[in-house]
């Protein structure tokens, strides 16, 4: 297990011709093909933050968590998460009056922004699953001490999974079961106390396939997390890190859109 606090991350600010927002990495950093985990936060806090159409050549969770607006046709608000297998486009992600942040969860680098429509012939497979749910904020405290678990998609038979941990304050409970290809714990709300070290909200936790679930501590004034859980490796294209390690390092396709 390995937990970023959120002032551990690396931000940088990012201009674009629509605005300026900030990148901040937890895991990997994007741009970069890898067989390690890859996890950041997008800021774009402005009017009419758009991201074009596309798809990735691995499967990704993302999570709204400011801001609102929609990703396709599905309205998003915080916090909502959605699930994309690899080679599945998705989009337009575009943001309202106050713009949209949201995280981008991978169990390996992605080897690019492959921009749609131009670039369907480079899908090997037909798109697969884009699952959507909402882990709702406003949903009633638990009590001191207490703890509460909420599925928040239907078990998927290769482990794909999405649950939410709501923790009293000073409750303790353990992560879900770590029997597929990896998972993510993020901070939605409230803090936890891992060892000598806070973990308050956006902050990020990664657990690699076979670890020990974690065990989470909630502070004082409890604590929301979100688990997220990949797929066991398969001959599906884009699930099998192994063969995703086999990509050339250097050849990360650059997205199209002006």
Known sequence: MRAVATEEANVQEIVRKDGVGHRSDYFGEPGTISAEPQGFLVERPYAGARIDPHFHDIDQFQVVVAGDGRIGKKEVRPVTFQYA????????????????????????????????????????????????????????????????????????????????IRLGANASAKGIPNDAGGQYYLVCAGSLISGDKT??????????????????????????????????PSDRPGSDPKKLAQRDAGGYVLKTEK
């Open 85 to 164: 297998d690899a080679f599945t486009p998705y989009g337009p992600i575009v943001g309202r009056d106050d713009g949209i942040s949201f995280f981008t969860l991978r169990n390996v680098a992605s080897g690019g922004h492959f921009s749609m429509p131009g670039s369907k012939h480079l899908m090997p497979c037909r798109a697969g699953r884009n699952i959507a749910g909402v882990f709702d904020q406003d949903a009633d405290a638990v009590g001191n001490g207490e703890s509460s678990r909420e599925p928040l998609m239907d078990a998927q038979e290769d482990g794909v999974y999405a649950e939410g």
């Open 199 to 232: 973990l308050p909200e956006r902050s990020l936790i990664r657990t690699n396939p076979g670890e020990e679930p974690p065990t989470f501590q909630a502070g004082e004034l409890g604590a929301n997390i979100l688990a997220l859980q990949f797929s066991r």
